[in-house]
Every structure is written in C-alpha cells, then in structure tokens.
C-alpha cells in the first residue's frame, strides 16, 4: 500500500469570507482545478455541511475517472474535511483550513490519498514531486483567480 501525506499553503490577498464563500461553491471549483470535467453535490447542491457528497469527474495525466467525497467536518471560514467514498476512484482523506492573517487569508490544503499500487514501480519520490507540484500549482490558480477579481 502506499499513501502519500501531502500539506501545502498559500497566502491569498482577500478576506477569508471572501476566500472561503468562494471556495465553498462547488460551481466555481473548475476556475483553479483545470482537471476538472464535471462535478455534482448532493443532497442540497447550494447548502454544504457534514454529510454533503461531491462527486468529481476528472481527467489527470491521461486518465479520466470519477472520485466522490463526504464532507466529516464543515466548521464554515475555518475546517471542512472529507473523507472518499466507497464509489472513490481514489482512496483518500483531506480538507482544508482557513486562517485569518492580517486581513489576508491562509490557505492549507491536507491530502492523504492511498494510492495502493496505482504507480507500481515508479519511485514513490517522484510521485510525491508529482502530487505535490499539481497541489501547488492548484494553489496558485486559486491564488491568481481571487486577486484578479
């Protein structure tokens, strides 16, 4: 089995309501995740909390599949974290955390996807480096997309 236990910040020039609302809407999501195909929310597709299930269609590195997640814990402008699904193409558990700094927000992404033997012999440090680069290069589009707005 092989797990990776990725965290990742960045610093976002905007209030964090602003940054959170933002994030929160599962509407908005593709703007900073290009892999993103399609994606759905259940059961209220306007009103997230614990027990809300997004489901994402994705295409990354050539493949498409379908993850799905199940928000554990949802502490608005704070902490939402998820856990995958049995339906989950990937195994894996994360969320993400707001912090308030000096009118600006601080972002934290948290990932720990189970890959199993998805990469089979690959060395699990470039695979690490992979996950990681497309972690922060999310952040940055997030980044980019709030600012210029």
């Known amino acids: 089995m ?12 905007k209030p964090r309501e602003e940054v959170f609302t933002y994030m929160d ?8 995740q290009p892999y993103l195909l399609g994606w759905e929310q259940s059961p ?55 912090e308030r700094t000096s009118g600006d927000t601080k972002v ?7 890959l199993g033997d998805f990469w089979g012999l690959v060395p699990k440090f470039i695979v690490r480096r992979i996950y990681m680069g497309t972690l922060s290069n999310n952040m940055r589009r997030l980044k980019n997309v709030l600012e210029s707005s």
């Open 108 to 114: 934290t992404f948290l990932f720990k996807p189970n």
């Open 44 to 98: 209220d597709p306007k009103q997230n909390g614990v027990g809300t299930i997004r489901k994402y269609d994705n295409r990354y590195m050539g493949r498409s599949f379908t993850n799905e997640y199940e928000v554990t814990v949802y502490d608005p402008m704070i902490k939402v974290m998820y856990v995958s699904t049995p339906n989950a193409a990937v195994q894996a558990a994360g969320g993400t955390l707001w």
């Open 2 to 13: 092989f797990v990776l236990d990725l965290e990742d910040s960045i610093v976002i020039n």
């Open 25 to 32: 809407d599962i509407e908005r999501e593709h703007e900073w």
